[in-house]
């Protein structure tokens, strides 16, 4: 599971670096995305949610040209867990008089099921079009734009950022314990988890210390600042994100 966390994160920072459009604004891109949020929400029936959804898809494939490959990787996951919760909605669990519990499905509410679920992978897709062609550095100056606290913003990076220190940790450290084989048995499984979360909890704490003594000794304010990137033909992209947000907009509200 840890490896896979990693991976993802790996292909979103791949995808956000060398796709198309990854220095166009991010206040354009962030526009479309609010829109295609905004249209997930007012479509009228599954088919325009998917639409809308589709659209999404389309953009993120053709426009900026991240590979579908990358694109169903990062999917795949969330639109699983959807899924998979969409079908458990169509099940009511009750409990007879006899003490037993019983397990119906609820053909009635198929409609409702199937609107939400579609409304759901809209606002997936939706999330993915600008996370896969948005770096970091730009989401965070656009929300240092849009005067975020600057120690939400903090906590974003190091979260982001440790993310990969956290991931190889643990891989190094099942890979040990996997090679004197620490998980041959239920014991054995239960000793390397617990060795595991010791000392993954202790280096957790002294890279953070190590961190603090790295800002301190820079004379850190407190505060983690970025370049700002320049943006080339800033008007014209954002009011082209504007106009294919109302689009869009105006596809999920009349759709079909």
Known sequence: MHHLHRLLAVWIEQAAYHNHWSHVTPRAKAIFALAALGAAYVAQTPSAALGVALVGVLVVWRGAGVPWRCYLRVAAGPLG??????????????????????WQLA?????????????????????????????????MALLRQLRLPEILLDLMVLCYRLIFVFSESCHDTLAAQTARLGFSSYGRSMRSLGLLVGSLAAQVALRARGLQWAADARCSDGNLRFLTPHFAHTRRDTAIGVLAGLGLLLLGRYLP
């Not at 909605?89 to 519990?101: H, I, K, Q, Y």
């Not at 198929?110 to 992978?121: C, F, G, Y």
Request: net charge negative; hydrophobic share 60%; aromatic share 4%.
């Open 81 to 102: 867990f959807l899924l998979l919760s969409g079908a458990s909605l169509l099940v009511s669990v009750a409990w007879e008089p006899g003490g037993t519990l019983a």
């Open 107 to 139: 053909p009635h509410a198929l409609s409702d099921v199937a609107m939400v679920t579609a409304r759901s992978v809209a606002a997936l897709s939706a999330l993915l079009t600008l996370v896969l062609t948005t770096p970091l550095a730009h989401l």
